[in-house]
Nanobody
Framework: QVQLVESGGGLVQAGGSLRLSCAAS????????MGWYRQAPGKQRELVAT???????NYVDSVKGRFAISRDNAKNTVYLQMNSLKPEDTAVYYC??????????????WGKGTLVTVSS
């Protein structure tokens, strides 16, 4: 069964840093590319960073040079190091398979996410 547990969010001032972690079910983790998504208030969820099972990373332009995604296959964990945070990075952050979310009973599965709030 799929399980994704995100952690590491919090309140930080603009220019600060946070490191997010996501623990994933072992049977699904190592064979899939994983990603970090975010959903800001009133906006659609967007994919901001992906990492293949070999460690190749890609980013949306708005976070390039500031965010770094990585994974530890032995720990079934994916990370997102966020530096130089901006107020527009405020969102609930989720991890999931990328670019398509895991499905459970035919529906997209999402964990609870972790809230990142960046104050100006």
């Amino acid at each position: 069964q799929v399980q994704l547990v995100e952690s590491g969010g919090g309140l930080v001032q603009a220019g600060g840093s946070l490191r997010l972690s996501c623990a994933a079910s072992g049977s699904i983790f190592s064979i899939n590319a994983m990603g970090w998504y975010r959903q800001a208030p009133g906006k659609q969820r967007e994919l901001v960073a992906t990492v293949t099972n070999a460690g190749t990373a890609n980013y949306v332009d708005s976070v390039k040079g500031r965010f770094a995604i990585s994974r530890d296959n032995a720990k079934n964990t994916v990370y997102l190091q966020m530096n130089s945070l901006k107020p527009e990075d405020t969102a609930v952050y989720y991890c999931n398979r990328a670019p398509l979310a895991f499905k459970v009973n035919g529906m997209d599965y999402w964990g609870k996410g972790t809230l990142v709030t960046v104050s100006s």
